[in-house]
């Protein structure tokens, strides 16, 4: 046989054995975020290189501006906004074959930061200059407040990085820069602000850092916020800011079902089966920097480093590696244990369907 001949046998061979299979769109998107609703509704998004703006203030009366967030109870005397001089797409696909094919999304804004849907039909996007709601499934958007926050008497543009909805009417805008420190606020579902749960200007401010906010099913006024140091349990109905743990610097959650939730910190993967009450270590990751956690019952659990995938069928007692083409992972998602996505950069997307 020919060598030739015997490299194509192989080429073949090792495509066999890859389970992830490329369902990329035709886009160079930087891919940053996936949210799939269910096994078969899902979500994409991210930007075309990051672009370059000027910020161009110009002096207002208060009364001409008030659909931003005080910090302390100031007015702005500037009105700002970002002007583009080298313009970023901000690019979200959707699938409704979980995965097989991805339909564009149009977006009426530039750089995107970041996407929270809550259901099929009702979703929210935050960008430089704004959040921006859906409630056909993203045929149409509505921008509902600017990203803007006020301190000392300043507007600030584009302050907010992260956005959560853990209901139609209950949401979540945080950053980790802003003006050195973390600001989080609660918002209902038309941009309106709720309250200011943690704000940087306050000493010691009551979240120094956020590394993520969770739902907890069935209960939209809840929330589980993680940070460096501790895990909450948010109650915008009752007790606030609930102290659930600070005995292990928690870097990811993610919820198995039910009550029972996995946790990742230092190489080690935790268990908890009453909401974060308690937590048991169970297993040591099988690699080092596992920086995705996701989860999809209470027995399956997937991890990874940005290079390899880490999957267990057993609550995470063993894992086992995937096979899968050679790109880097930003994000994975199961919807299920026999289906699951990850995405990239270049617009990659990765499809794992087992019958």
């Not at 001409?64 to 700002?80: A, E, F, H, K, R």
């Not at 007692?317 to 899968?324: D, G, I, P, Y």
């Given at each position: 046989?020919?060598l030739?001949?015997?490299?194509?046998?192989?080429?073949?061979n090792?495509?066999?054995?890859?389970?992830?299979?490329?369902?990329?769109?035709?886009?160079?998107?930087?891919?940053?975020?996936?949210?799939?609703?269910?096994?078969?509704?899902?979500y994409?998004?991210?930007?075309?290189?990051?672009g370059?703006?000027?910020?161009?203030c110009?002096?207002i009366?208060?009364a001409?501006?008030?659909?931003?967030?005080?910090?302390?109870?100031?007015?702005?005397?500037?009105?700002?906004?970002?002007i583009?001089?080298?313009?970023?797409?901000?690019?979200?696909?959707?699938?409704?074959?979980?995965?097989?094919?991805?339909?564009p999304?149009?977006?009426?804004?530039?750089?995107?930061?970041?996407?929270?849907?809550?259901?099929?039909?009702?979703?929210?996007?935050?960008?430089?200059?704004?959040?921006?709601?859906?409630?056909?499934?993203?045929?149409?958007?509505?921008?509902?407040?600017?990203?803007?926050?006020?301190?000392d008497?300043?507007?600030?543009?584009?302050?907010?990085?992260?956005?959560?909805?853990?209901?139609?009417?209950?949401?979540?805008?945080?950053?980790?820069?802003?003006?050195?420190?973390?600001?989080?606020?609660?918002?209902?579902g038309?941009?309106?602000?709720?309250?200011?749960?943690?704000?940087?200007?306050?000493?010691?401010?009551p979240?120094?850092?956020?590394?993520?906010?969770?739902?907890?099913?069935?209960?939209?006024?809840?929330?589980?916020?993680l940070?460096?140091?501790?895990?909450?349990?948010?109650?915008?109905?009752?007790?606030?800011?609930?102290?659930?743990?600070?005995t292990?610097s928690?870097?990811?959650?993610?919820?198995?079902?039910?009550?029972?939730?996995?946790?990742?910190?230092?190489?080690?993967?935790?268990?908890?089966?009453?909401t974060?009450?308690?937590?048991?270590?169970?297993?040591?990751?099988?690699?080092?920097?596992?920086?995705?956690?996701?989860?999809?019952?209470?027995?399956?659990?997937?991890?990874?480093?940005?290079?390899?995938?880490?999957?267990?069928?057993?609550?995470g007692?063993?894992?086992?590696?995937?096979?899968?083409p050679?790109?880097?992972?930003t994000?994975?998602?199961?919807?299920?244990?026999?289906?699951?996505?990850?995405?990239?950069?270049?617009?990659?997307?990765?499809?794992?369907?087992q019958?």
């Open positions: 046989m020919s030739l001949a015997l490299l194509a046998c192989k080429k073949e090792n495509n066999q054995k890859q389970e992830w299979t490329d369902v990329s769109p035709e886009s160079t998107t930087d891919f940053q975020d996936i949210q799939m609703l269910n096994e078969n509704v899902g994409v998004a991210g930007f075309i290189n990051s370059q703006y000027n910020v161009i110009t002096e009366q208060p001409d501006s008030n659909n931003y967030i005080s910090l302390d109870n100031t007015l702005p005397y500037l009105s700002c906004s970002l583009d001089t080298l313009p970023s797409a901000s690019i979200m696909y959707k699938t409704i074959d979980g995965g097989k094919s991805w339909n999304v149009t977006l009426p804004f530039s750089k995107y930061k970041h996407m929270s849907f809550v259901d099929e039909y009702h979703g929210f996007a935050l960008s430089a200059d704004g959040v921006y709601k859906t409630v056909n499934g993203g045929v149409s958007w509505q921008k509902i407040m600017e990203n803007t926050a006020v301190y008497y300043t507007s600030k543009s584009s302050v907010f990085q992260k956005i959560k909805f853990t209901g139609p009417d209950n949401g979540f805008l945080y950053t980790n820069i802003f003006m050195g420190g973390c600001v989080l606020v609660s918002v209902n038309d941009g309106e602000l709720k309250k200011i749960i943690s704000n940087r200007i306050e000493l010691p401010a979240i120094p850092f956020i590394n993520g906010i969770e739902n907890i099913p069935g209960h939209p006024e809840e929330a589980l916020i940070t460096q140091r501790n895990l909450y349990k948010y109650n915008e109905n009752g007790e606030e800011l609930e102290l659930m743990q600070n292990n928690f870097e990811k959650l993610a919820l198995a079902g039910g009550s029972t939730w996995y946790a990742s910190f230092s190489g080690i993967l935790s268990v908890s089966d009453d974060g009450t308690s937590w048991n270590n169970i297993s040591t990751l099988p690699a080092s920097n596992c920086s995705i956690l996701t989860s999809a019952g209470e027995n399956f659990v997937c991890v990874s480093n940005k290079i390899g995938i880490y999957i267990s069928d057993n609550g007692l063993n894992f086992r590696q995937m096979s899968k050679d790109v880097e992972i994000d994975i998602c199961f919807p299920t244990p026999q289906t699951g996505l990850a995405i990239g950069p270049n617009g990659r997307i990765l499809r794992y369907f019958d």
